[in-house]
């Protein structure tokens, strides 16, 4: 019996890793490949437009079926193009793992709830600290030699006067 030579929890995806990967490499190719790297193996412009959901395999075990989402406005057109991605994904694996794609349409509901992100969304801008604050927390980091920690420092001092500022304001 191997012991452990960790203490504590480990994630899940530590322990399934090795599972999932054997059981996919049963079936000749590993699925998480496709998630993982979709927009390397169909193009920044088709991941822009769909992504991938599921695989499931035939009774036989030869061949796969993908399952793609996309949005209402963009499923025309990824039915035209359905061949190529399938192709391109296929090309990734070096042989016909898929065999089939199906194309899964969002915003069943309505126009503004149903707004499907594809792309992932940009970082949010920098807040604007108040002047006061900013200078205070330029005064306490002044000490500090290394310019980067510095700049954190005034950063997160910024932050939390701020913050504390703002709490006084709404008592």
Same mark, same amino acid.
């Given at each position: 019996?191997?012991?452990?030579?960790? %203490?504590? /929890?480990?994630?899940?995806?530590?322990?399934?890793?090795?599972?999932?990967?054997?059981?996919?490499?049963?079936?000749? /190719?590993?699925?998480?490949?496709?998630?993982?790297?979709? *927009?390397?193996?169909?193009?920044?412009?088709?991941?822009?437009?769909?992504?991938?959901?599921?695989?499931?395999?035939?009774?036989?075990?030869?061949?796969? &079926?993908? &399952?793609?989402?996309?949005?209402? #406005?963009?499923?025309?057109?990824?039915?035209?193009?359905?061949?190529?991605?399938?192709?391109?994904?296929? #090309?990734?694996?070096?042989?016909?793992?898929?065999?089939?794609?199906?194309?899964?349409?969002?915003?069943?509901?309505?126009?503004?709830?149903?707004? *499907?992100? /594809?792309?992932?969304?940009? %970082?949010?801008?920098? %807040?604007?600290?108040?002047?006061?604050?900013?200078?205070?927390?330029?005064?306490? *980091?002044?000490?500090?030699?290394?310019?980067?920690?510095?700049?954190?420092?005034?950063?997160?001092?910024?932050?939390?006067?701020?913050?504390?500022?703002? %709490?006084?304001?709404?008592?």
């Amino acid at each position: 019996m191997q012991r452990r030579s960790r %203490k504590g /929890f480990q994630r899940t995806s530590s322990l399934l890793r090795d599972r999932i990967r054997k059981a996919g490499e049963t079936r000749g /190719f590993a699925v998480t490949r496709v998630l993982t790297h979709w *927009a390397e193996i169909v193009g920044q412009d088709m991941a822009a437009i769909c992504k991938p959901v599921d695989v499931k395999y035939g009774r036989q075990g030869f061949g796969a &079926t993908l &399952t793609v989402l996309t949005t209402g #406005a963009q499923a025309p057109m990824l039915e035209m193009q359905k061949e190529k991605l399938r192709e391109k994904v296929n #090309a990734a694996y070096g042989y016909n793992a898929i065999t089939k794609l199906h194309i899964t349409q969002t915003a069943p509901i309505g126009f503004a709830e149903g707004q *499907a992100q /594809f792309a992932s969304a940009p %970082k949010p801008a920098e %807040k604007t600290i108040d002047p006061e604050a900013a200078k205070e927390a330029q005064a306490m *980091a002044a000490p500090v030699g290394d310019q980067d920690l510095r700049k954190a420092l005034e950063r997160l001092a910024g932050n939390v006067l701020s913050k504390e500022k703002f %709490k006084g304001r709404s008592e």
